[in-house]
């Protein structure tokens, strides 16, 4: 079981990512909207105003996707849904996709097609 993150800096491209997970029978997200610090530094802490330049590398909004995953084949398709929409993630100022293993976990419903 993994925990799946992903910063997502094209907001347009969100609902192909979210039709992707569903086709993959992920079904449980959360999606937050996120901000890089590059940004938040370059605007709100003058001394940093030379971070300027890396923060217009990156759009004003990103969305933070959460999302918990029971088996390792979906977390592979996931990894390659993000690759196919957002492209070259090494790219700057494209987004970042991470996992982490998870030990314990309550409340995480059946995904579809799942028996009780």
Do not use: W, Y
């Amino acid at each position: 079981m993994q925990l799946l993150i992903a910063v997502i800096n094209e907001e347009e491209k969100l609902d192909e990512i979210l039709l992707g997970m569903i086709e993959l029978g992920i079904t449980g997200a959360t999606i937050i909207n996120s901000e890089g610090m590059g940004r938040v530094l370059s605007h709100d802490i003058p001394i940093f105003a030379g971070l300027e330049a890396i923060a217009s590398l990156s759009r004003p909004r990103n969305h933070t996707i959460f999302s918990v995953i029971r088996e390792d084949e979906k977390v592979a398709g996931a990894l390659r849904l993000f690759r196919e929409i957002c492209g070259d993630l090494e790219r700057p100022a494209t987004g970042i996709v991470f996992t982490i293993p998870v030990n314990q976990v309550a409340g995480l419903a059946p995904e579809i097609g799942e028996d009780g």
